[in-house]
């Protein structure tokens, strides 16, 4: 039976497997007789599981083959145990050249052309959930540590990409677009498994967060920021009754400017929508964004209303009413603003 068993193994699937069966004719003969037979076809299968599905490079194959070695491996004799743990290094070592393809696929994927501008979510993030897929059929320990290597991998060359982009924004949004993707896509079964990587990302994404959400708002709030830099400055240096002295209240209104203030809120978020391509990130980064505006009008209306007694005719909820009107947030855009309480308007003062 164990003879036969070898011949039907080198004229079926195993054709090529032809050398090797007869090297272990003389266990095949020995080992396998008329009471083994489970054995036998367990080996087989095994076999077949490997050489048949585990070697074409994917690693659920491999993984299959570790489960059928595994199973085959229950009540098989030392001789059948020897040939079923070469079977079982083969699986791993198919299992680390499928990793080590993997990362060297990432490491030439990740960077993106044209210096990073507009580069969108790159191969390597969007591939990830299919990866994480395959890695996750392992329910072992080994499973989760081939996932948190490919998860370093996708995002350490990320991070690698952001940092050699052309200038500051591109590396900002790059990150945050990509990092969007990539948690995003992830399976809920595996985020436990990544928590050392995603919080690593989560500091660097805080950071370039604020870096690219001051860099939007500076572009077309610039002059408005300066001057309220100047009030400050000066009310630092002389106290707030004499800042009237070195910058007159007819000076400070009409620098104001308030009433570009909605183009520039509609130039912030027409520039954002064109940086972020796939769209990918865009709701958080307007989330702070219109946070840091609102927060940037509240204290601009305290150091008005302080200095010259006027009340800023933008509100914090009105700049966020405008940002809202711009990401078509049509029921927070329709809500009446609330005047801030404080602040009088000084008689004879405009709107401004």
Request: proline share 3%.
């Amino acid at each position: 039976e164990g003879g036969g068993g070898g011949e039907r193994w080198s004229e079926g699937r195993l054709s090529d497997l032809k050398t090797w069966i007869d090297e272990e004719g003389a266990f095949v003969s020995s080992v396998f007789g008329e009471s083994s037979k489970t054995v036998e076809w367990s080996l087989k299968d095994a076999i077949e599981e490997v050489r048949g599905r585990c070697l074409g490079g994917s690693f659920n194959g491999v993984l299959l083959g570790r489960e059928a070695v595994d199973k085959a491996l229950v009540g098989a004799g030392p001789e059948a145990a020897a040939i079923l743990g070469g079977i079982k290094a083969e699986c791993d070592a198919a299992a680390a050249a499928w990793m080590e393809e993997q990362e060297a696929w990432v490491a030439k994927n990740v960077t993106p052309a044209g210096g990073g501008k507009r580069a969108g979510v790159l191969p390597p993030v969007a591939r990830f959930r299919r990866l994480a897929a395959e890695v996750l059929r392992d329910p072992s320990e080994s499973g989760d540590a081939a996932m948190l290597r490919l998860a370093g991998c996708v995002l350490d060359g990320l991070e690698a990409a952001c940092r050699n982009a052309d200038g500051q924004y591109p590396g900002n949004v790059m990150w945050l677009e990509n990092i969007s993707a990539f948690t995003s896509s992830l399976p809920p079964e595996a985020k436990g498994a990544l928590e050392p990587v995603l919080s690593k990302a989560s500091a660097v994404t805080h950071s370039r967060l604020r870096s690219y959400t001051d860099w939007s708002i500076g572009r077309e709030f610039k002059s408005l920021s300066l001057l309220f830099q100047n009030v400050s400055r000066i009310r630092s240096d002389v106290g707030a009754a004499d800042v009237v002295i070195h910058l007159p209240k007819g000076s400070f209104l009409r620098s104001l400017k308030l009433d570009l203030v909605p183009e520039k809120v509609k130039a912030v978020r027409a520039r954002v929508e064109k940086h972020f391509v796939s769209g990918m990130g865009v709701d958080r980064v307007w989330r702070e964004i219109t946070e840091c505006l609102q927060s940037m009008f509240r204290d601009w209306a305290k150091v008005s209303a302080e200095v010259y007694g006027h009340r800023l005719a933008i509100t914090s909820d009105e700049i966020g009413r405008q940002c809202a009107e711009q990401a078509g947030d049509t029921e927070r855009a329709s809500r009446p603003s609330r005047r801030r309480s404080g602040g009088s308007r000084t008689q004879g003062d405009s709107a401004s």
